[in-house]
């Protein structure tokens, strides 16, 4: 109940191309999902997050999407480019000041 | 955002002796300060949730006699490794929320501490 299950565990995206990482959840008490990045040897930062009231969030290149009935939610990266090479990890929690679940990563390389 | 900062962001020691990470919340008030550990190419793995002022949760399977954790003020953790091995060797975040994101859920993360156990 309490995992986020992320794919793929790895992707390779050409420069230019649309990344796109998909999460999945089960405890529908998970109110807040944000999705973070990490470079090698970095804290994780946050990217982007969205509620369950929004079906969809864009920050310049970064989108997020979100079904609620599916529970699922995904990234997705406009324009990629060889400095989004970064491993992105998904997240969940529910109200209150709780810890994040996360979900095991995905390792972009985006490719010129 | 607010800003969290982790002291060292890389550590060597050896085998049997203590380390102690610090993370203090620069720019705002933490009651609660979350400790994670990630493995190389790994998620981040909770080990505990620290507040201020009283004893730490830890999570199953998470050694309380090992991994110390102290929140003497609202804006300093601090993480000792105690007798330290190879096994313990990891990557050590904490996180912490500001009052808003005590609200919105947003966490944020230090730098994260590179032990290294010999």
């Known amino acids: 109940q309490q995992q986020v299950k992320q794919s793929p565990q790895s992707l390779i995206v050409q420069k230019g191309g649309i990344s796109i990482i998909n999460c999945a959840y089960e405890n529908t008490a998970f109110d807040y999902f944000p999705w973070y990045q990490q470079f090698p040897g970095k804290g994780p930062a946050l990217l982007i997050a969205i509620r369950p009231d929004v079906s969809e969030k864009k920050e310049g290149r970064f989108t997020i999407s979100f079904n609620k009935s599916a529970k699922q939610f995904s990234l997705h990266i406009m324009d990629s480019q060889p400095g989004d090479s970064a491993t992105y990890f998904c997240?969940?929690?529910?109200?209150?000041?709780?810890?994040?679940?996360f979900g095991k990563g995905t390792r972009l390389s985006v490719i010129a | 955002g607010a800003v969290v900062s982790q002291h060292p962001s890389w550590v060597i020691c050896k085998s049997g002796t203590s380390v102690k990470i610090e993370c203090r919340s620069l720019?705002?008030?933490?009651?609660?300060m979350f400790w994670y550990r990630q493995f190389p190419k790994q998620s981040l793995m909770l080990m505990a949730t620290s507040n201020e002022g009283s004893k730490a949760t830890y999570e199953q399977g998470v050694e309380k006699d090992k991994f110390l954790i102290n929140h003497a003020s609202l804006t300093l953790s601090t993480l000792t490794v105690t007798s330290a091995h190879p096994e313990d060797s990891s990557f050590y975040i904490c996180s912490a929320r500001d009052r808003e994101g005590v609200e919105t859920g947003e966490l944020f993360f230090g730098e994260g501490s590179r032990l290294t156990v010999l």
């Open positions: 720019d705002f008030q933490a009651t609660t």
């Open positions: 997240a969940a929690s529910p109200p209150g000041n709780t810890p994040l679940v």
